[in-house]
């Protein structure tokens, strides 16, 4: 019986440039000789190889995922495209039940998300859907609690999806950006309740720093040296 080991160096990968590249930099005596002595081969790790669209870097979660099935796992980034791409995302039943509900109460739709391309947990174009949708169910009146990036993307490129998402939805006059918060602590998954404490009292209670826009908040956050991920939940006021 032969036995063998599956060792995950995480970070590690394939490439000539040593600009940047801190693994041809190091001295890797033993890895060298494993490369240069063994049956080796190399896989892709991003796009269709794992189960994304093209172009979209591969992660953690998706590359254990791939290997743990042993075979090419659709990621839910692909699997809700597919999703709006068939209509089948439009006429979800539960969507439009809340649809409804907002519309029969005349009140005003929350949704809350991140916002960002990075595509891991989020894309800014199923946000957009999602608004498109409403839309056409005719919700007249939402409130978007933004959460901010900064990890499966650029650090401070989060002003930038803001204002994106504010050129998108300046013709809907009752739909707006409520409030501004961090991924650090709308999204902690190592059970810190000191973190996530902060998100949910402006969430629940409207507890937090006051802006006028969503723009000065981020800003503001920038001005302190704050980048996205760590931006402090802001409620917005305009």
């Known amino acids: 019986m032969f036995k063998f080991i599956l060792i995950i160096l995480d970070g590690f990968g394939l490439r000539d440039e040593k600009e940047g590249n801190a693994v041809?930099?190091?001295?890797?005596?033993?890895?060298?000789?494993?490369?240069?002595?063994?049956?080796?081969?190399?896989?892709?790790?991003?796009?269709?190889?794992?189960?994304?669209?093209?172009?979209?870097?591969?992660?953690?979660?998706?590359?254990?995922?791939?290997?743990?099935?042993?075979?090419?796992?659709?990621?839910?980034?692909?699997?809700?495209?597919?999703?709006?791409?068939?209509?089948?995302?439009?006429?979800?039943?539960?969507?439009?039940?809340?649809?409804?509900?907002?519309?029969?109460?005349?009140?005003?739709?929350?949704?809350?998300?991140?916002?960002?391309?990075?595509?891991?947990?989020?894309?800014?174009?199923h946000y957009k859907y999602i608004l498109q949708t409403a839309r056409y169910s005719n919700v007249e009146k939402i409130s978007l609690h933004v959460i901010t990036d900064g990890r499966d993307t650029s650090p401070t490129s989060g002003i930038n999806y803001v204002r994106n998402l504010g050129s998108y939805i300046q013709e809907d006059k009752g739909f707006r950006i409520a409030s501004i918060c961090g991924r650090y602590y709308a999204m902690d998954r190592d059970s810190r309740w000191e973190r996530i404490e902060k998100s949910y009292r402006m969430y629940i209670h409207g507890e937090g720093e006051k802006h006028l826009d969503s723009n000065s908040a981020i800003q503001t956050a920038y001005d302190n040296k704050i980048t996205d991920e760590f931006i402090l939940p802001a409620i917005i006021s305009e």
């Open 24 to 125: 041809a930099q190091a001295n890797t005596p033993t890895l060298d000789k494993m490369l240069n002595e063994c049956p080796v081969s190399s896989i892709e790790t991003s796009g269709k190889y794992v189960g994304l669209p093209d172009g979209i870097m591969g992660n953690s979660e998706v590359g254990h995922m791939n290997i743990g099935a042993g075979r090419i796992v659709k990621q839910n980034l692909v699997r809700i495209n597919d999703a709006i791409e068939s209509d089948l995302l439009r006429n979800n039943s539960n969507l439009k039940k809340k649809f409804q509900h907002v519309n029969k109460n005349n009140s005003t739709l929350h949704i809350l998300g991140l916002l960002s391309d990075g595509g891991v947990h989020s894309h800014l174009d």
